[in-house]
Nanobody, 126 residues
Framework: QVQLVESGGRLVQAGGSLRFSCAAS????????MAWLRQAPGKDRALAAA????????YYADSVKGRFTISRDNAKKTVYLQMSSLKFEDTAVYYC???????????????????WGQGTQVTVYS
């Protein structure tokens, strides 16, 4: 079973930047398209960004496009989320996981492969 450990969250002022890391255990990391999902207070968990298993394609939700960058290092079994120009509405718990299907980036409902990690919290204040 793969275990996911997210890190990097903290309190940050609006307009600031953060970088999240998600380290995965297991031997099959490179075979999976990875995603960052976020859950804001009182809202459902939503797909924020994703990177194809081959690393050739990325996806961003409209709300983060142009501000967030997802990347991966298969040798380190780690996926990253670089966030800039943070807004109050980016306040959420952020989770990483492997997508069950890349079709989720085309508007279909998403599902994930592994158990959830603990997530990492970012709180943006003005």
């Amino acid at each position: 079973q793969v275990q996911l450990v997210e890190s990097g969250g903290r309190l940050v002022q609006a307009g600031g930047s953060l970088r999240f890391s998600c380290a995965a255990s297991g031997r099959t990391f490179s075979s999976y398209s990875m995603a960052w999902l976020r859950q804001a207070p009182g809202k459902d968990r939503a797909l924020a960004a994703a990177i194809h298993w081959a690393g050739r394609s990325t996806y961003y939700a409209d709300s983060v496009k142009g501000r967030f960058t997802i990347s991966r290092d298969n040798a380190k079994k780690t996926v990253y989320l670089q966030m800039s120009s943070l807004k109050f509405e980016d306040t959420a718990v952020y989770y990483c996981n492997a997508l069950s299907s890349w079709a989720a980036t085309a508007g279909r409902s998403w599902s994930v492969q592994w158990d959830w990690g603990q997530g990492t919290q970012v709180t943006v204040y003005s």
